[in-house]
């Protein structure tokens, strides 16, 4: 079965841009959670959401937002873009919350100039 | 605070030498989820093993093991008879209990290790 797609799988943005990442999960799984992966911070959580609502949200500043739709498949949005937002952006699915283990996606990397 | 570190920035080794990757975890939880997974220069991060804080038994999957232990917060993966394949950075993760015998999304990921197996 088709892993978790993330698209695009490279993004190159303007600073003050703003910029919407997708991330459809393995079919019939229902939560979706979002990192960050940078070489100075490493992997950082960003949220989780289950059931089109937001279950857990990490330690970013407002610019960052999601949502989920009603198929699983969920939207990440980065506004007003800075030159620290450039990083690895992973999405990762399970089948509920309270979950064995989460398979990710390819990730996309986006790139501030 | 929960809090995962992996104090082996890099480690490199010859083909079909012995390598364990150190994992140490804080947590006030007593239940709670740990995981591993590998990030090879794909990006992508595969899943290798979840272990939850109630399970101490040793676990061995082929030429990988690993060694949880409780009363030393640590959770270390070894890798015997190391590929040229298995070059790769190596994550451990903490994550809360979720409920319904699993964990949640927030996955607390350590540095990592960079794996480099030489042949």
């Known amino acids: 079965k088709a892993g978790v797609t993330q698209t695009p799988r490279y993004l190159i943005k303007t600073r003050g841009q703003q910029v919407t990442l997708s991330c459809s999960p393995i079919?019939?799984?229902?939560?979706v959670s979002w990192y960050q992966q940078t070489p100075g911070q490493g992997l950082q959580f960003l949220f989780e959401y289950f059931s089109e609502t937001q279950r857990n949200k990490g330690n970013f500043p407002g610019r960052f937002s999601g949502r989920q739709f009603s198929n699983s498949r969920s939207e990440m949005n980065v506004s007003t873009l800075e030159l620290g937002d450039s990083a690895l952006y992973l999405c990762?699915?399970?089948?509920?919350?309270?979950?064995?283990?989460?398979?990710f996606g390819s990730g996309t990397r986006l790139t501030v100039v | 605070a929960q809090k995962v570190t992996q104090a082996q920035t890099e480690i490199s080794v010859v083909e079909k030498e012995d390598v364990t990757l150190d994992c140490v975890y804080e947590t006030r939880d007593t239940t709670y989820y740990l995981f591993w997974y590998k990030q090879p220069p794909s990006g992508e991060l595969v899943f290798l093993i979840r272990r939850n804080s109630f399970d101490e038994q040793n676990e061995i999957s082929g030429r990988y093991s690993w060694n949880f232990q409780k009363s030393t917060s640590s959770f270390n993966f070894t890798i015997t008879a190391s590929q040229v394949v298995d070059s790769a950075v190596y994550f451990c993760a903490l994550s809360e209990d979720g409920g319904e015998g699993g964990s949640q999304g927030n996955l607390i990921f350590g540095k990592g290790t960079k794996l480099s197996v030489k042949p």
């Open positions: 079919s019939g799984h229902r939560s």
């Open positions: 990762a699915s399970s089948f509920s919350l309270g979950s064995y283990g989460y398979t």
